[in-house]
């Protein structure tokens, strides 16, 4: 019998390029607020979670309501873009998780995205059959790099850490999966540095049994 094994990946900019999305939903909805915020603003909190980017993005004391209210009208606004515009998967990325689900690999989502917006993404892209297990941002404490998300993630599917490679867009992301005891496949489609075990520009650059062999390392 074959020893259990998973995929857990990010979402944002892993298996969706979502970026001008954000932007559009965190532009607007600051606006309606009385807040301007520049694209760099916006790009410097990429990845987080509300609760670390609405007290950045409007400065000063923020109540709690008030990062829930905000919150929750951005994630509704890029939603609604989703939905009205749909979503491609990110070159090799449908390929990858069906094959992956065709060989027996446990897969799931581990992101600091709302349920909701998970649940919007993998219906748009046709893949939420693929996916065992979704941890998202209502699921844990504390976001990357700490490694509650991927561990979490390892226990919805059932496979222990070091019988998990993490896909990741993020150094945070990365060092998260080291710091769970995972092997990471870093996709850096803009060149920027990642310290995971292998680094591509794209996942369809991956070669054929590439997983197999970074699990047996």
Same mark, same amino acid.
């Given at each position: !019998?074959?020893? !259990?094994?998973?995929?857990?990946?990010?979402?944002?900019?892993?298996?969706?390029?979502?970026?001008?999305?954000? #932007?559009?939903? #965190?532009?607007?909805? *600051?606006?309606?607020?009385?807040?301007?915020?520049?694209?760099?603003?916006?790009?410097?909190?990429?990845? @987080?979670?509300?609760?670390?980017?609405?007290?950045?993005?409007?400065?000063?004391?923020? +109540?709690?309501? +008030?990062?829930?209210?905000?919150?929750?009208?951005?994630?509704?606004?890029?939603?609604? !873009?989703?939905?009205?515009?749909g979503i491609?998967?990110? =070159?090799?990325?449908?390929? #990858?998780?069906?094959h992956l689900?065709? @060989?027996?690999?446990?897969?799931?989502?581990?992101?600091?995205?709302?349920?909701?917006?998970?649940?919007?993404?993998?219906?748009?892209?046709?893949?939420?059959?693929?996916?065992?297990?979704?941890?998202?941002?209502?699921?844990?404490?504390?976001?990357?790099?700490?490694?509650?998300?991927?561990?979490?993630?390892?226990?919805?599917?059932?496979? =222990?850490?070091?019988?998990?490679?993490?896909?990741?867009?993020?150094?945070?992301?990365?060092?998260?999966?080291?710091?769970?005891? !995972?092997?990471?496949?870093?996709?850096?489609?803009?060149?920027?540095?990642?310290?995971?075990?292998?680094?591509?520009?794209?996942?369809? *650059?991956?070669?054929?049994?590439?997983?197999?062999?970074? *699990?047996?390392?």
């Open positions: !019998m074959r020893a !259990m094994r998973a995929v857990l990946w990010d979402m944002d900019g892993t298996l969706i390029d979502s970026e001008e999305f954000h #932007w559009i939903a #965190w532009r607007d909805t *600051l606006a309606s607020e009385g807040v301007k915020i520049t694209k760099n603003q916006f790009l410097a909190t990429f990845g @987080q979670r509300n609760d670390s980017i609405i007290p950045q993005l409007l400065g000063g004391d923020v +109540t709690s309501d +008030t990062v829930e209210r905000v919150g929750n009208s951005k994630e509704k606004r890029y939603r609604d !873009m989703i939905r009205r515009k491609a998967p990110l =070159p090799g990325v449908a390929r #990858w998780v069906h689900h065709d @060989q027996g690999w446990r897969q799931a989502v581990a992101s600091a995205a709302p349920r909701a917006n998970i649940d919007a993404v993998l219906k748009a892209v046709s893949a939420a059959d693929v996916f065992e297990g979704i941890v998202a941002a209502e699921d844990v404490r504390r976001g990357k790099p700490d490694p509650e998300v991927f561990l979490a993630a390892a226990s919805r599917v059932g496979v =222990p850490p070091e019988r998990c490679i993490v896909v990741e867009d993020a150094p945070a992301g990365v060092e998260a999966a080291r710091r769970a005891g !995972m092997k990471s496949i870093g996709i850096s489609r803009n060149g920027k540095s990642l310290s995971a075990d292998i680094v591509v520009e794209s996942l369809d *650059l991956l070669g054929n049994g590439v997983f197999e062999e970074l *699990l047996n390392r």
